[in-house]
């Protein structure tokens, strides 16, 4: 594909990666991805604002064609999913300098074999003129990694924004026109990749408030020329409230576990608690951390294999606690044969959840009328916390 025209003077490039299904050999890809790169011409300069992961670079270069010159390469982010073929831009453009942050250079210097004197280390709020454009650094770290910045072209009022506000979506419209899709692949992108950082997500929405933003057009996904749309999600995302959800993930070898997961969400519905069930052999992890934003509660299913928790629960666990959710309760169920320390090992998994444990239900065997009454038990403890959280 071409280089297409946002506005005069502002092209995006990059590419669709249409196929792509795992992201960082992690996370889960159904509508593949893009990699936005965005050519702005002033009457004096030329800027690149970030390129594209080098599966795909022969697709940039292309586009590069059209170029004759390019002064600046903005990296507002080291992942190489936008970093990894400056050195072959630079190559092409030996004159263009790499604009980065202060903690941007040496990650890039890391990452790729670029010689210390191609950066240009742009400050908090810095501005480069390109003749009748003008473009504005703004720090925004921890959107992804601590280096992440994002720009800010004044006359056109268009926030560039790497994977701030970003999904992974490959599609050839380049402006949101299906709300609910792009809401479902933003939150779904929030929820892999900002929602550990959420504090300081929040203080950044903070410090983009006082722009004027018409357009934000991220590295990944679509342009929101609507971006109150976007900026309204992200507020509600980082929130510290929480919703009437009870996420249970959960494993089962022989049924029990599934029996109790199943008598737990009969008795959280009937009194009112919204469930979300996840098998974790067959759950798509992406849906699971989707999840994981809302919920109130969250409730691990598991096992027991060689005394521990089944290893599904354990890496659900890890990544729960990597991802740091809002959630304020937990409580762990399941089933075992002889013995068991998979409550006490789930717990150990989960040192990064600010949450009240509300209780373990194991049972041996088959689970039996004192099991599920003590599943009753569970439920309405969740019930009443979400009562006094007044979420219910
Ligand atoms: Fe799209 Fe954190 O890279």
């Not at 919204?274 to 849906?287: A, K, M």
């Not at 990064?352 to 003590?374: I, R, S, Y």
């Amino acid at each position: 594909m071409k280089l297409r025209k946002i506005v005069d003077g502002v092209l995006l490039g990059g590419a669709l990666d249409w196929n792509r299904r795992l992201f960082d050999s992690l996370i889960p890809l159904p509508d593949g991805t893009s990699y936005n790169a965005y050519v702005i011409s002033g009457s004096e300069k030329t800027v690149l604002l970030d390129a594209v992961d080098p599966k795909v670079a022969d697709t940039l270069m292309a586009q590069l064609d059209e170029v004759p010159k390019i002064d600046y390469v903005v990296a507002h982010h080291g992942e190489q999913d936008h970093s990894g073929v400056i050195p072959m831009v630079i190559d092409r453009y030996p004159e263009a300098k790499v604009v980065v942050s202060s903690k941007g250079k040496p990650i890039l210097m890391d990452h790729l074999s670029l010689n210390e004197d191609k950066f240009l280390v742009v400050e908090d709020g810095q501005e480069i003129a390109l003749g009748g454009k003008t473009l504005k650094f703004i720090y925004t770290p921890w959107v992804h990694w601590p280096e992440t910045m994002v720009t800010y072209l004044k006359e056109d009022r268009i926030l560039f924004s790497c994977d701030f506000f970003a999904s992974h979506l490959a599609t050839t419209e380049m402006f949101v026109r299906d709300e609910p899709q792009a809401y479902k692949a933003a939150k779904r992108f929030f929820a892999e990749i900002m929602m550990p950082f959420r504090p300081v997500v929040a203080k950044n929405l903070d410090k983009l408030e006082p722009y004027a933003i018409d357009m934000i057009a991220p590295s990944h996904g679509q342009i929101y020329d609507n971006p109150a749309f976007i900026v309204d999600a992200y507020r509600k995302w980082v929130g510290s409230e929480p919703h009437n959800l009870v996420c249970i993930p959960y494993v089962t070898m022989h049924g029990s576990t599934h029996i109790m997961v199943e008598h737990l969400t009969d008795q959280l519905v009937s009194r009112g608690v919204v469930v979300e069930q996840f098998d974790l052999p067959v759950t798509d992890i992406g849906d699971l951390a989707v999840s994981l934003v809302d919920a109130a509660t969250i409730v691990v299913g598991t096992p027991t294999v060689l005394v521990g928790p089944h290893p599904h629960a354990a890496y659900a666990a890890v990544l729960a606690n990597a991802l740091k959710p809002k959630a304020k309760f937990a409580a762990i169920i399941g089933s075992y044969g002889w013995g068991s320390k998979a409550v006490e090992t789930i717990q150990s998994l989960i040192p990064n959840l600010k949450v009240e444990v509300l209780g373990a239900v194991l049972t041996k065997g088959h689970p039996k009328a004192d099991a599920l009454a003590e599943l009753d038990k569970l439920a309405e403890a969740i019930a009443q916390k979400h009562r006094e959280l007044g979420v219910l």
